[in-house]
């Protein structure tokens, strides 16, 4: 079903080079591109394929999983197709940057300030790229596998004493 | 010579019409909004980082914190994500009893809204009378799961228990009487002079800018887009049931007021053909590898016992991969996605908050209106800050 994807013909004959991998599990299709194609691909994909509205946009850690470190989500869907697309693109932690999407669609603004708050990617030419679940001096990014699930410079909870 | 300058008012996070601990810092000019800085996440707990954390199961309690609202629609949406990741078959009695279950909540956490949005521009008669309409709804849930707001009642592969005897009896009462306590709201409210002249041409959003920020749910539908999860990519067995999706025209708060009355007569409707459909049967999966054993069995058995204690000590490994849920909540798409390494908790959870995303358009849709328009705005926006912080 991955191969007969609408969108995944149309991304192979159009941007042969940077498509990476894609996947199905589950009747989901998940199409994995190279991080610095993810603004030209997504405005394909709203503009030719109708992937309207940008449900979610969200990263997950992979340390001393695999490389690169990070891998962004963009969770697309098309209302007028009824139909789901996963993106993905990942991003090194060297150079932990990506291009905004916000220009593409307003829902990603907040979604990706999000993902530079808990998880620490940068997005370039981000309209207004600060914090905004933690507060503006928190040190550190808590998504991030090393960070410890219990708060910095704390003892890690051992279960009741009773 | 007058001279005019900007001003800043803070508004909350301890304000009765922010809906809880959403904080806004406004500018103004005179009383005409220029600027809205919203300032989220004084209710941040972790949600998603707790659930890395926990085995499968463990993470159910977690979501019932979520929309506090609507507890049994967030468990849905994460037991169906897991499923989904498992691909099990849940049984069709569990599934019609989840969608009572749900429906129900969708009146519960639209009560709400009413109340809260009438109460606050300025009628308080319906908040009364919602809140007692509210308390069937809950008094159900304390009956069903023991607790009235924190559910905890669905599972991974079906239900906890079956519903009590007489449960078919209690909701057909709630949704006789309903119907015409949605007659009173209407009388009260849709040709109220006050009402009309709060909410007609308040926070307009047009189908288009509503889309591009994300906006969805009953919010959406007021813009006029012929959308709902429900409907489009039916879950737990939605497609069986007959409904109307109600569509707005004039993109403002009141139109956004119709969607919502009419989608709690919908659900009314929904609740109705479930539970006429209600077969007796098993309410949990067949896959002894992730549900756990029936109480009798646990204390009866020493092999019950065993497997109890394994489900609930270790849990269970899930297939390696990635699967996202999307469901159509009281407040919009709640989404979980889950992505699994093959151990028995979640590598990452992400849940996609309905009213996180709602909330981003509120200067979009409160900017050039009076600052006493902002209320009006947030209160049709219908948010929850447990759901945006998480």
């Known amino acids: 079903m991955a191969e007969t994807n609408r969108a995944v013909i149309k991304l192979r004959e159009k941007f042969a080079a940077s498509v990476l991998d894609v996947k199905e599990f589950r009747g989901e299709v998940t199409v994995t591109v190279t991080r610095e194609n993810i603004l ?31 891998m962004m989500v963009y969770n697309l869907y098309s209302i007028p197709n009824k139909d789901r697309l996963r993106v993905k693109a990942g991003v090194p932690e060297a150079d932990c940057t990506i291009d905004t999407v916000s220009g593409v ?58 | 010579m007058a001279s005019t300058e900007i001003m800043t008012v ?8 922010t809906h809880g601990v959403l904080r806004l810092v406004v500018e103004l000019d005179g009383e005409i909004i220029q600027k809205i800085t919203p300032h989220i996440g004084y209710l941040h707990r972790g949600v998603e980082k707790l659930s890395e954390h926990r085995t499968y199961h463990q993470t159910i309690p977690l979501t019932d914190r979520l929309d506090y609202l609507a507890p049994m629609s967030n468990n ?36 709400v809204w009413i109340a809260c949005h ?16 509210r308390e069937m709804v809950m008094s159900l849930y304390e009956k069903i799961s023991g607790a009235r707001m924190t559910s905890n009642y669905f599972r991974i592969g079906g239900l906890s228990t079956d519903v009590y005897d007489g449960f078919e009896r209690d909701v057909r009462e709630i949704i006789d009487t309903f119907p015409g306590h ?28 509503a889309i591009d920020y994300g906006i969805t749910g009953p919010a959406l539908r007021g813009s006029g887009v012929d959308w709902d999860l429900r409907r489009d990519n039916p879950y737990s067995g939605y497609e069986k049931y007959q409904f109307k999706v109600p569509v707005g025209e004039k993109c ?61 000590s270790e849990g269970f490994p899930a297939p390696e991969g990635e699967v996202y849920q999307g469901v159509e909540n009281p407040k919009g798409e709640l989404g979980y996605y889950i992505v699994s390494d093959g151990g028995n908790k979640p590598y990452r959870m992400r849940i996609r908050p309905p009213s996180f995303v709602n909330l981003g358009a509120i200067e979009k849709m409160a900017k050039g209106s009076m600052l006493a328009d902002l209320v009006a705005v947030i209160g049709t926006l219908d948010i929850v800050l447990g759901e945006i912080d998480r």
Not at chain 1, 119 to 144: A, E, K, Q, S
Not at chain 2, 255 to 265: G, P, S, W
């Open chain 1, 40 to 70: 030209e691909i997504c405005n394909f994909l709203k503009s030719s394929l109708a992937y309207n509205l940008c449900t979610d946009v969200t990263a997950v850690d992979y340390l001393g999983k695999q490389e690169p470190r990070f």
């Open chain 1, 105 to 162: 669609w307003k829902s990603a603004n907040w979604l990706e300030r999000e993902v530079y708050d808990l998880m620490g990617v940068t997005f370039n030419n981000h309209p207004d790229l600060r914090r905004i679940l933690m507060t503006d001096d928190w040190v550190g990014h808590p998504l991030r596998k090393d960070y410890p699930v219990q708060g910095p410079d704390r003892e890690p909870y051992k279960g009741r004493l009773s």
């Open chain 2, 10 to 17: 803070n508004m909350g996070p301890q304000h009765p019409s």
């Open chain 2, 76 to 111: 849905l949406g994460y037991v169906l994500a897991v499923e989904k990741l498992l691909d099990i078959e849940v049984p069709e009695r569990a599934q019609a009893i989840r969608v009572i279950l749900t429906e129900l909540t969708r009146l519960k956490s639209h009560l």
């Open chain 2, 118 to 133: 009438a109460l606050d521009i300025g009628a308080m008669t319906v908040f009364i009378y919602a809140f007692r309409e």
């Open chain 2, 182 to 209: 949605f007659d009173t709201y209407e009388g009260l409210l849709t040709k109220n002079t006050i009402w009309l002249n709060r909410t007609v041409g308040n926070g307009v959003i047009s189908a288009e800018d």
């Open chain 2, 252 to 312: 403002d708060t009141f139109d956004r007021y119709k969607v919502r009355l009419v989608e709690m007569r919908e659900a009314v409707n929904i609740i109705r053909q479930a539970l006429d459909s209600l077969k007796p049967g098993p309410v949990l999966a067949d896959s002894p590898q992730v549900t756990y054993p029936s109480k009798e069995n646990v204390y009866n058995t020493i092999e019950g016992l065993i497997h109890h204690f394994k489900i609930a």
